[in-house]
């Protein structure tokens, strides 16, 4: 009788690995016979890392054009010129007069900012008085500005540094005492993790798990939009109406997915850092752990979501544009800790805020599993709800379309 | 002709108004979406900069000269000490974590040296991984470090007995004065909205409109799409597109307002042009998207590339990262995105202020993408008759 018993439940068990795999089966088949879920699936989660790579493949910006308005046209404001002329960053192409006739260049975009010595420079500092160098930055980028500010107050501050010791010098400040006085308490910046500061480095690890997330999602709405449209739940459910198949639905849909982007992942999280050269000091291992909560959260989410979606279109439609909502709810650009508690927790609904930050930690700051605790936690906590809230939605959609077919079978006869 | 003309545009017209009550996507994905973006990014970047972010001190010497320091850091706009750590290891931790942008390092004994001559240093670290809050952070905490420095430094010299008049001669011979053309409050939102809101609104164009011409193939209503407007492509694609162009552009010309009436974001010259700009914006994203849907007649395919080139066009602006440092053929490229020629706009006319007539290009190219969807017209028209593309 024990026997018997324990062969019912190993057949059990056995039916079930078989609908399972069946599942898995059907979802694959379906998946590959369509162009658009190959496409986004597919092709997008592999092609646009790439393709945003080459495009911000400039870390930083090289040699840009500032033109220079010299009054003063001596030996002191030559040499600081020069100074600015010879860093990378910056480039002087022109030296005009006036700052109208600058601001003439700048209007026609041949320069992007602008150095103004004042005619009595050399002499304010042969008189031993203070001076002072404008520099007009172009803002239409972040970048302009950061640059060309960075590049002049770096040469002024050298040149004013050497003043500084010749008059010391000529105040009888001299050797060791003059160094005490100039710099009573040096202090000294350390760039960490992203040492120069290039902006690659800092954007596209964030994007790499935004790309991962929407093509999930939007792979993931186009499959069940289509299977909406042909009523394909209908062929799902009648073949075993109980409560165990939904979940064996689900399990059997998720591995489908859950593999394919596993695989991805890998490509994209460790392959793409490498080949263009972003910060990837992580240890793949860790990374690879952080993907299981986030790639399982992503796909549960996303079938949550995707049996409200009517059509296999809609979801490209309404959700692009979440893309850079959820860019930005993630704190890689606009710190997390100046965003608002509403939107903090509007964050929280998508599994990329957490996977952006956890991986941002791990990939480029270094950071080992149990310090991305907290984000860790999060993303089981959200593979359980979405699990449950896509079983509770599988569920209805299941009973619904029964019932429909059962109305169906009752007019017939 | 032309009253014929006339009544298959107001047929056409008349028939997709009918179809846009009839769905909720043509609502939710024009006004909703619009809406709630407005609402998210101007509530988001209320802050114009991001303030007292949280940093890191490492006091190891706890004086009250070190104690004085923290509170000058606390001073400044950018920086909030928000944990005191007992060593670097730890502070590199809370780092990693992410609970600090930047920290601190007061070495032991740094009173005593300072006060002994000895040039005791003030260390910090910045984590550009995380690149606008590291920079904000750095030139605060290097402008409040060279401060500390310099006091200390006035100390010095008028112990030597210095002049007064010429102290700030010696501690600093040359300042610069830096000059944020247009955007005098250097305003990390006025960097982002300005293209950011734009960008959605050219994003929701392309997939609405490729949206509503492809779901007539789709659901194999072309033909009577067609038959509606008297057999003439011109009339059917004017007359579905026109209520798109209206609402689109009242939602951009509401989106100018926000930014430059209610954030008051900088703005030095009528706002008008930017009204214009954003109506063409709207017209060459609506010729774009009919390219995209004539490549193809097949909707899935259309939004696909309508979705792909609307968020590609936020990178090609040039606002993130300038054009013009990207590798060369980029710059080519950017000339196909209307947005980017919005944006030159926008950098010419509201930040700048200079003389409408160097942004006329701009408009004029903008403009030059209406000609794209008549190449198409054929093939449309054909599609839409034969119907012989694939619905799903």
């Known amino acids: 009788m024990n026997t018997s018993h324990k062969t019912s439940s190993l057949n059990k068990i056995i039916a079930i690995l078989k609908d399972t795999l069946n599942v898995i089966k059907i979802e694959f088949r ?29 870390e930083t910006l090289i040699d840009v054009p500032i033109a220079a308005v010299d009054c003063s046209r001596s030996q002191e404001s030559r040499e600081l010129l020069r100074h600015i002329d010879a860093t990378q960053n910056v480039q002087v192409i022109s030296k005009f007069s006036t700052l109208a006739e600058a601001k003439q260049a700048y209007n026609e975009k041949k320069v992007h900012g602008v150095v103004y010595i004042p005619a009595d420079f050399s002499k304010k500092l042969n008189t031993g008085d203070q001076t002072t160098v404008s520099v007009y930055c172009d803002i239409s980028s972040f970048m302009y500005y950061r640059i060309i500010n960075q590049a002049c107050s770096n040469c002024i501050l050298a040149m004013s540094n050497q003043i500084q010791m010749e008059r010391l010098n000529a105040n009888g400040i001299t ?39 929407q093509t999930l999602f939007l792979g993931i709405g186009m499959i069940t939009g289509t299977s909406r449209e042909e009523n394909r739940f209908h062929v799902l459910v009648s073949s075993s109406i109980y409560k165990g198949s939904t979940l064996r639905v689900i399990i059997g849909k998720s591995i489908c997915y859950f593999s394919m982007f596993a695989a991805w992942s890998f490509f994209v999280l460790q392959f793409v850092p490498r080949l263009f050269n972003l910060p990837h000091i992580g240890i793949p291992f860790d990374i690879m752990m952080l993907m299981i909560p986030f790639l399982l959260s992503t796909v549960f989410f996303s079938m949550t979501v995707a049996v409200f979606i009517p059509n296999r279109e809609t979801g490209i439609v309404l959700f692009m544009f979440m893309s850079l909502i959820i860019l930005f709810l993630s704190g890689v650009s606009w710190p997390e800790s100046n965003i608002n508690g ?8 998508f599994p990329a805020t957490c996977g952006i930050q956890a991986y941002i930690k791990i990939n480029t700051l270094g950071a080992d599993l149990h310090h991305i605790s907290f984000e860790y936690i999060s993303l089981s906590v959200q593979t359980v709800i979405y699990f449950i809230t896509t079983y509770w939605a599988y569920r209805w959609q299941i009973m619904k379309s029964a019932r429909k077919s059962l109305n169906k079978a009752e007019i017939t006869k | 002709m032309s009253t014929k003309l006339q009544t298959a545009f107001t047929n056409t017209l008349n028939r997709e ?31 114009g900069q991001p303030n007292k972010m949280p940093i890191g001190i490492v006091d190891l010497d706890n004086s009250s000269l070190s104690r004085q320091f923290s509170r000058n850091l606390e001073s400044t706009q950018q920086a909030r000490i928000v944990m005191k750590l007992s060593s670097h290891k730890e502070a590199r931790e809370e780092m990693q974590r992410g609970n600090i942008y930047a920290f601190v390092e007061i070495k032991r004994h740094f009173s005593v040296d300072a006060l002994s001559s000895k040039r005791p240093a003030i260390t910090f670290y910045v984590n550009d991984g995380y690149l606008i809050a590291g920079s904000l952070l750095l030139k605060d905490i290097t402008y409040m470090s060279a401060a500390t420095s310099i006091g200390m430094e006035r100390k010095v010299l008028r112990a030597k ?17 830096t000059h944020l053309i247009g955007n005098p409050w250097a305003s990390y939102g006025t960097y982002l909205l300005n293209v950011i809101l734009p960008g959605i609104l050219q994003l929701m164009v392309l997939l609405m409109s490729v949206f509503s011409i492809g779901v007539e193939y789709k659901e194999r209503t072309s033909r009577e799409w067609l038959k509606n407007a008297d057999n003439t492509m011109f009339a059917a694609l004017s007359g579905k597109l026109l209520p798109y162009t209206i609402i689109f552009t009242i939602l951009g010309v509401i989106g100018n307002m926000l930014l430059y009436r209610y954030m008051r974001y900088p703005l030095n010259a009528n706002i008008g042009w930017m009204f214009l700009a954003t109506f063409v914006l709207v017209l060459s994203s609506q010729a774009i998207a009919v390219i995209f849907i004539g490549i193809t007649p097949v909707l899935r395919d259309g939004v696909t590339f309508a979705g792909l080139f609307g968020t590609l066009g936020i990178t090609f602006a040039g606002s993130t990262f300038p054009i013009e440092q990207m590798p060369s053929g980029v710059r080519l490229l950017s000339d196909l995105f209307p947005i980017h020629h919005y944006f030159n706009i926008y950098v010419d006319q509201a930040l700048n202020g200079v003389p409408i007539h160097y942004s006329l290009s701009s408009y004029l190219i903008m403009l030059a993408f209406l000609i794209l969807p008549f190449f198409v017209f054929n093939r449309l028209k054909n599609a839409a008759i034969r119907q012989n593309y694939p619905t799903k």
């Not at chain 1, 379906?30 to 080459?54: H, I």
Request: with cysteine.
């Open chain 2, 17 to 47: 108004l009918r179809r846009m009550v009839s769905r909720p996507i043509y609502f939710i994905g024009t006004v909703v979406i619009m809406a709630f973006s407005y609402i998210f990014f101007l509530t988001f970047f209320s802050e």
């Open chain 1, 342 to 349: 509403f939107w903090r927790a509007f964050g929280w609904i």
């Open chain 1, 30 to 58: 379906t998946l590959f016979k369509d162009r658009g879920v190959v496409t986004m699936l597919v092709l997008a989660p592999l092609a646009y890392p790439l393709l945003y790579c080459s495009l911000y493949k400039n």
């Open chain 1, 175 to 213: 050797g060791e005492s003059a160094k005490i006085a100039a710099s009573p308490i040096p202090y000294d910046a350390v760039i960490l993790y992203n040492e120069g500061a290039g902006f690659a480095s800092f954007l596209m690890p964030a994007i790499l798990i935004l790309i991962i997330q």
């Open chain 2, 161 to 177: 007995g210095i002049d007064e008049r010429r102290i700030m001669g010696i501690i600093q011979p040359i300042t610069q004065d």
